[in-house]
Nanobody, 123 residues
Framework: VQLQASGGGLVQAGGSLRLSCTASGRTVGSYNMGWFRQTPGRERDFVAG????????DYADSVKGRYTVSRDNAKNTVYLQMNSLKPEDTAVYYCAASIYSTVVRARTSYHLWGQGTLVTVSS
């Protein structure tokens, strides 16, 4: 299975973007999914996670109230709606799949990663 992230781009502060992560080759309906982001010289940080059914979510404090993670298992796709974007949200965003039974934040708990999509927020 491969994960393909898309939807990144350039947006002004206060704007919105929606990222998508689509799986090919196999359904990810049984996996918990996460979004991470990384800037140069820093570790890849947890942003948001959603369990396999979509009934449980978790967010980093820095994005809580601004980002919403969701999924459509019929489309094999996970979304990250990002509102009220700030320049400090600028990063490469990655989606990932985890076989853990609950939503987890540790990067090492995710076994499958997509390529990143760049989000740039201008001030």
């Amino acid at each position: 299975v491969q994960l393909q992230a898309s939807g990144g781009g350039l947006v002004q502060a206060g704007g919105s973007l929606r990222l998508s992560c689509t799986a090919s080759g196999r359904t990810v309906g049984s996996y918990n999914m996460g979004w991470f982001r990384q800037t140069p010289g820093r570790e890849r940080d947890f942003v948001a996670g959603i369990n396999w059914s979509g009934g449980s979510t978790d967010y980093a404090d820095s994005v809580k109230g601004r980002y919403t993670v969701s999924r459509d298992n019929a489309k094999n796709t996970v979304y990250l709606q990002m509102n009220s974007l700030k320049p400090e949200d600028t990063a490469v965003y990655y989606c990932a799949a985890s076989i853990y039974s609950t939503v987890v934040r540790a990067r090492t708990s995710y076994h499958l990663w997509g390529q990143g999509t760049l989000v740039t927020v201008s001030s």
